[in-house]
């Protein structure tokens, strides 16, 4: 499928999805968004990681887009965030490792994509922040959830009150990425994070990640029910006799995901 603002290109298990739109610093409007819902509906069982990222050498994403928003009333505002929401969530759902490589900068529904993605990586030149506060709004597309869940309600409400712009090192600090990485390294070193995982059973792989996306936001014993649940479906899969069989005979496992 031809897309305009997108690239969605897969190279063996590993799909890279590229929002491309430079002139606007790869803007969200909402043929962007639609053009992301229709792509990740088209990764298939070969693909088990997906790489996010920016086209040109500025941006990840500079935010939702502000002339596509600038006019709108409350109720167009509604429908904007909620369809932001879906592709967002629809993203977060996926079964399989979500990887944004922020690669420049990350300002507010990019801030957003990028935890929305399950491992975060950035450039030394990446900026990132919810600068909406500064348009006299808030973030639409989860925003102000995910960074409280990542790091915590007084950074989250630090970042979100002053809209500072920070830098990767200091996104590191905070726990907003996870690593930095020369711009150059950048897609290699999400490339390799995601070639190690491909390695894994990918059943394990998809259950670790469901257990903590849905465990996350419920009590202890809820979430550790969870785990339990998900540990025994594990064991109905090939992929966990292959696994064991395979350390025993001290061999690699040759896992098929069934
Ligand atoms: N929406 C629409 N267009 C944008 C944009 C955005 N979020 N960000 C940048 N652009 C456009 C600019 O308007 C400019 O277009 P023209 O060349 O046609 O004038 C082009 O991209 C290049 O941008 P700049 O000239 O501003 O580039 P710069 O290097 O001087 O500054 C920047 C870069 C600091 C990222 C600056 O562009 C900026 O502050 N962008 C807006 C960031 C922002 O406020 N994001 C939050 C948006 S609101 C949101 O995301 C709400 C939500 O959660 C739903």
Do not use: W
């Amino acid at each position: 499928m031809a897309y305009e603002n997108i690239r969605l290109e897969k190279d063996g298990g590993i799909a890279v999805l590229t929002i491309d739109r430079p002139k606007a610093l790869n803007a969200l409007n909402s043929k962007t968004f639609h053009e992301m819902d229709a792509a990740l509906k088209t990764l298939g069982d070969d693909t088990r990681a997906l790489i996010v990222t920016g086209g040109g050498d500025k941006a990840f994403v500079a935010g939702a887009d502000i002339a596509e928003m600038v006019t709108i009333t409350a109720a167009q505002a509604r429908e904007f965030s909620a369809l932001g929401h879906h592709v967002f969530q629809t993203l977060e759902s996926l079964p399989i490792v979500t990887i944004a490589a922020v690669n420049g900068f990350a300002l507010g529904g990019g801030c957003e994509l990028a935890m929305a993605c399950d491992l975060i990586y950035a450039s030394e030149k990446a900026k990132l922040g919810l600068p909406e506060v500064t348009l006299g709004v808030i973030p639409g597309f989860g925003g102000t959830q995910r960074l409280t869940r990542l790091v915590g309600r007084s950074r989250a409400k630090e970042l979100l009150f002053t809209a500072d712009r920070i830098d990767a090192a200091r996104a590191k600090e905070i726990g907003l990425v996870l690593d930095v990485v020369p711009a150059d390294k950048l897609m290699e070193h999400c490339r390799t994070v995601a070639g190690k995982i491909l390695k894994n059973g990918p059943l394990a792989v998809s259950q670790a990640k469901r257990v903590v996306e849905f465990g996350a936001d419920q009590d202890l014993r809820a979430a550790n029910e969870l785990e339990r649940q998900g540990f025994a479906v594990l064991f109905g899969s090939e992929d966990q006799r292959e696994g064991m069989k395979a350390f025993l005979e001290k061999r690699p496992a040759q896992f098929t995901g069934k």
